[in-house]
């Protein structure tokens, strides 16, 4: 009888193991899911934050780059007008020379 008992509490002893074991790694899936979930909204936080800085970065730079493609279009604009109207200017008085006969029109003034 003696032995019957031995087993008994021998196995009521592995069965408290067995239940401590679960519950250790029933605790450990918690702390370890609470943690990915921890870290997971770290990550969200900061990959939002980064996301909001570089495309406000875009915005600007992309405003700074048309601003200065205007200026620069202006620029070529005005220089295509300047040069265009001294080669009209050019080209009327080479023409009004010709008609008076004049060949320099442009020295006889």
Known sequence: MDEQNVLQ???GVEAQAAALV???QAEADRRVA????SCRLQFDE????RVEELEAEYVRETARIREDYNHQLEEYR???AALKSRADQDRFTALTGEFLGIKD???AF
């Open 9 to 11: 509490h021998l196995l």
């Open 78 to 80: 005005g220089s295509l």
């Open 34 to 37: 609470e943690g990915e979930k």
């Open 46 to 49: 900061s990959y939002s934050r």
């Open 22 to 24: 679960d519950e250790a």
């Open 105 to 107: 029109l442009g020295r």
